[in-house]
């Protein structure tokens, strides 16, 4: 039997609308020694034709990317999640951007799992980071077109309750607030209380408030509602200040530590 050249089997491929590869179906499909072909793809790397993202897993890069020297996330992400055999979706800012809400840093995507914690990838030309999260259920995500397939996304719902969940961590809330405002367009009554009752309260009493401060009384009663059937304990409006005292606002349970730029 005759086996391809890696060089032809990345144009199958590539012919195909893929975009990765890994070792093992390398090892399946190229009639060559294990140190032959290890030779051939860092051939290929310094070449800059492919990249290595993940062990034993790799991107093919078309000449229309060479200068990056990597890919849009989009395009290989629902098959890299695969290879690791872990559910995923792509949220926060990157989902924020795919749904035409504020500007999203290029070089970054920002990836939600479940535990255990997958090691974030950080080099020169390619930032995924992963933040985890307990449980979601299939219909709060979107799967969007790509050139490749489809990439799971958060819907516009699920972006705003993770983001303000996440705020500490990803620059705090008035970095967030205009993105929070464009993405209320997109926003559906319905959806945003189905996952507002299934989040943490903390969380939901937060975004309550800020969509109350934007002007969006649908959507910010709707999480009244929810809050009103439990109970919850007093929290800090922003987690990113030291200083955790402020006025009560009583509608909400939150102290005003930290004034919002609305």
Same mark, same amino acid.
């Given at each position: 039997?005759?086996?391809?050249?890696?060089s032809d089997y990345i144009f199958q491929i590539q012919s195909q609308g893929r975009y990765s590869l890994t070792l093992g179906e390398l090892k399946r499909n190229i009639g060559s020694s294990d140190k032959a072909l290890l030779q051939n793809l860092h051939r290929l790397?310094?070449?800059?034709?492919?990249?290595?993202?993940?062990?034993?897993?790799?991107?093919?890069?078309?000449?229309?990317?060479?200068?990056?020297?990597?890919?849009?996330?989009?395009?290989?992400?629902?098959?890299?999640?695969?290879?690791?055999?872990?559910?995923?979706?792509?949220?926060?800012?990157?989902?924020?951007?795919?749904?035409?809400?504020?500007?999203?840093?290029?070089?970054?995507?920002?990836?939600?799992?479940?535990?255990?914690?997958?090691?974030?990838?950080?080099?020169?030309?390619?930032?995924?980071?992963?933040?985890?999260?307990?449980?979601?259920?299939?219909?709060?995500?979107?799967?969007?077109?790509?050139?490749?397939?489809?990439?799971?996304?958060?819907?516009?719902?699920?972006?705003?309750?993770?983001?303000?969940?996440?705020?500490?961590?990803?620059?705090?809330?008035? +970095?967030?607030?205009? %993105? $929070? !405002?464009? =993405?209320? /367009?997109?926003?559906?009554?319905?959806? *945003?209380?189905?996952?507002? #009752? @299934?989040?943490?309260?903390?969380?939901?009493? +937060?975004?309550?408030? %800020? $969509? !109350?401060? =934007?002007? /969006?009384?649908?959507?910010?009663?709707? *999480?009244?509602?929810?809050? #009103? @059937?439990?109970?919850?304990?007093?929290?800090?409006?922003?987690?990113?200040?030291?200083?955790?005292?402020?006025?009560?606002?009583?509608?909400?349970? *939150?102290k005003m530590n930290a004034k919002l730029d609305i």
């Amino acid at each position: 039997m005759n086996h391809p050249s890696i060089s032809d089997y990345i144009f199958q491929i590539q012919s195909q609308g893929r975009y990765s590869l890994t070792l093992g179906e390398l090892k399946r499909n190229i009639g060559s020694s294990d140190k032959a072909l290890l030779q051939n793809l860092h051939r290929l790397k310094s070449k800059n034709q492919i990249a290595q993202i993940r062990k034993e897993f790799y991107i093919i890069i078309p000449p229309q990317y060479s200068h990056q020297g990597t890919l849009p996330c989009i395009l290989f992400l629902d098959d890299m999640m695969k290879f690791l055999n872990r559910e995923y979706y792509l949220g926060l800012y990157s989902a924020a951007a795919l749904h035409g809400a504020g500007h999203q840093q290029p070089m970054e995507s920002q990836v939600m799992i479940q535990k255990p914690t997958l090691r974030d990838i950080n080099n020169k030309k390619q930032i995924i980071t992963f933040f985890t999260k307990n449980h979601w259920e299939s219909e709060w995500i979107d799967q969007k077109k790509t050139e490749s397939g489809y990439v799971n996304v958060s819907s516009p719902e699920l972006t705003a309750v993770d983001l303000i969940h996440h705020h500490i961590k990803i620059g705090g809330l008035n +970095r967030i607030i205009p %993105i $929070l !405002e464009d =993405l209320t /367009e997109s926003i559906k009554v319905t959806k *945003l209380s189905s996952i507002g #009752n @299934k989040s943490a309260l903390p969380t939901i009493q +937060r975004l309550g408030y %800020i $969509l !109350e401060q =934007l002007g /969006e009384e649908k959507l910010s009663e709707a *999480l009244a509602k929810t809050i #009103n @059937k439990k109970k919850t304990n007093t929290a800090p409006l922003s987690l990113s200040h030291k200083n955790k005292e402020g006025r009560l606002n009583e509608k909400w349970n *939150l102290k005003m530590n930290a004034k919002l730029d609305i």
